[in-house]
C-alpha cells in the first residue's frame, strides 16, 4: 500500500533548469491532473506558478495552487 502522506521527489524543469521538489502523491497527482486540464504541461504550469510565488518554497507553492484550485472547483 502507497503512503500517501511521505512526500516523494518529483523531477521538473523550468525555463531550462532541472530542479524537483518533494511532494505527497495525493497533491502530484492533482497537480498533473490541473495541468493536462489547463491543457499544460507539468513543467510549464510549474513555471507559471513558480514566476508568482514569491518567497515560498516551490513545493509549498505546488500544494497552495493545488488546494486553491480545489476550494474554487467546490465553490461553482
Same mark, same amino acid.
Given at each position: 500500500?502507497?503512503?500517501?502522506? @511521505?512526500?516523494? /521527489?518529483? #523531477?521538473?524543469?523550468? @525555463?531550462?533548469?532541472?530542479? #524537483? &521538489? #518533494?511532494?505527497?502523491?495525493? $497533491?502530484?497527482?492533482? $497537480?498533473?491532473?490541473?495541468?493536462?486540464? *489547463?491543457?499544460?504541461? !507539468?513543467n510549464r504550469l510549474a513555471a507559471e !506558478?513558480?514566476?508568482? @510565488?514569491?518567497?515560498?518554497?516551490l513545493a509549498s507553492a505546488l500544494r497552495? +495552487? &493545488? +488546494?486553491?484550485?480545489?476550494? /474554487?472547483? *467546490?465553490?461553482?
Open positions: 500500500m502507497t503512503d500517501h502522506r @511521505r512526500p516523494v /521527489k518529483r #523531477s521538473l524543469t523550468i @525555463r531550462g533548469h532541472r530542479t #524537483s &521538489v #518533494s511532494l505527497e502523491d495525493i $497533491f502530484w497527482n492533482a $497537480f498533473r491532473q490541473i495541468a493536462e486540464e *489547463d491543457g499544460k504541461t !507539468i !506558478i513558480d514566476e508568482g @510565488r514569491g518567497d515560498i518554497g497552495v +495552487y &493545488v +488546494y486553491e484550485r480545489a476550494i /474554487k472547483r *467546490d465553490q461553482t
